[in-house]
């Protein structure tokens, strides 16, 4: 039997609850954060590409923010996107053909628009819209939390760990479950500033994001997009970046025939979000959150690693309270976000509110709408 208190995490959006119609009120903040981050301009051609499942509430929230920007507002409404490749024949020509003339994207799926060729990163990449993901976070409870903390602060965070971790030898991430895994030569996305034609973004905003050259040790999985929350341990062994061996019941195979060609590790993700949910979030809403770490498995194709294109088997898989140690030096204790207390940080969340609340990692205490950057950003 599992104890997991995240077990109950929904599985698709048709599984969320419906938010009650003047909550739109309480999404605003957030969805005004997210107009902010993507950068939205009057005039701009916006496409909401929504799955059918999508609240309306959050919906029509997205797309009342947008229009009074004066943007020219399109919602399309399609079918769930399928995990992985799993339906790799779906006809996706509606959207991509909406996608290309869009100035904007916003979209809110489940499974990410990225496990598909048509909308994969290098098809993003290509032209000129900016993308703004809310995968698995198209809810009224990812605006009301994570969306809330000012982009500002998220930045802050940002930088100061990549000015730590860019040029990191090795990072080795242990938890009380079983997980000692070591990443090495990791690469890191840049600092993105403003989004550019091409961008792709996920929100709310959450983590530094890296590539390993190589990987070795055991990860032991709390949930993965492919199992959810496993009824046993879970445990991958990796070796030369390779997964060598998958154990733990029926997870376990589920995990293998997801992938049978085999899996590498593809990506790995530090949380930085002390804002975003963690008991009864979606998985990717708790690896944003603050002390958080997960990482993506992804299938070979052919025996190899392809890192261009989609691998039709990406498997993400999270650890909620880790331990992290960077070079030797201590990053994350314990799920503990250590650079939340450095002054610095702390400088800048003073511009929005008191510190001690806009840094406060305890997610059940939403932020309160004054402290949500409506003063720096410019409106009521």
Not at 26 to 53: A, K
Not at 122 to 128: E, F, G, P
Not at 257 to 283: E, F
Request: include cysteine.
């Amino acid at each position: 039997m599992t104890i997991n208190p995240y077990a109950g995490s929904p599985f698709s959006y048709v599984a969320e609850p419906a938010a009650a119609p003047y909550s739109i009120v309480e999404l605003m903040p957030g969805v005004r954060n997210l107009c902010e981050y993507v950068g939205l301009q009057p005039g701009e051609r916006v496409l909401l590409l929504m799955e059918h499942t999508v609240d309306p509430v959050v919906v029509q929230a997205i797309a009342a923010a947008a229009a009074y920007r004066d943007a020219d507002v399109r919602i399309l409404s399609v079918p769930p996107f399928s995990p992985g490749g799993w339906d790799r024949e779906a006809p996706l020509g509606i959207e991509t053909a909406a996608f290309r003339e869009a100035d904007v994207v916003i979209s809110g799926t489940w499974w990410g628009e990225v496990h598909t060729a048509p909308l994969f990163f290098d098809q993003i990449k290509s032209r000129s819209s900016r993308w703004l993901s809310l995968h698995m976070t198209a809810t009224a409870g990812a605006l009301l939390t994570g969306g809330r903390l000012p982009a500002d602060v998220f930045y802050a965070l940002l930088r100061r760990t990549l000015g730590q971790l860019s040029e990191a030898r090795s990072i080795r991430v242990t938890s009380e479950r079983g997980t000692d895994v070591t990443f090495s030569g990791p690469a890191f996305d840049p600092d993105p500033g403003a989004m550019r034609p091409g961008d792709w973004r996920p929100f709310p905003y959450g983590g530094a994001n890296f590539w390993p050259v190589n990987t070795e040790g055991v990860l032991v999985i709390e949930d993965s997009t492919v199992t959810g929350v496993p009824e046993e341990p879970l445990r991958i062994t990796l070796e030369d970046n390779l997964v060598r061996k998958i154990e733990g019941g029926v997870a376990a195979e589920q995990l293998r025939r997801y992938a049978p060609g085999g899996y590498y590790m593809r990506h790995g993700l530090i949380g930085l979000n002390p804002k975003v949910r963690v008991a009864g979030g979606t998985q990717f809403e708790r690896e944003k959150h603050a002390g958080a770490f997960y990482c993506g498995i992804d299938g070979l194709t052919d025996g190899v690693a392809v890192k261009t294109g989609p691998g039709f088997a990406h498997c993400d898989c999270q650890v909620d309270r880790p331990t992290v140690v960077v070079d030797g030096e201590l990053f994350i204790e314990r799920g503990r976000l250590l650079i939340l207390d450095e002054p610095e940080i702390r400088e800048v969340a003073a511009r929005f509110g008191p510190p001690d609340v806009i840094l406060d990692d305890n997610p059940v205490m939403i932020l309160p709408r004054r402290y949500t950057g409506a003063s720096a950003a410019g409106h009521a």
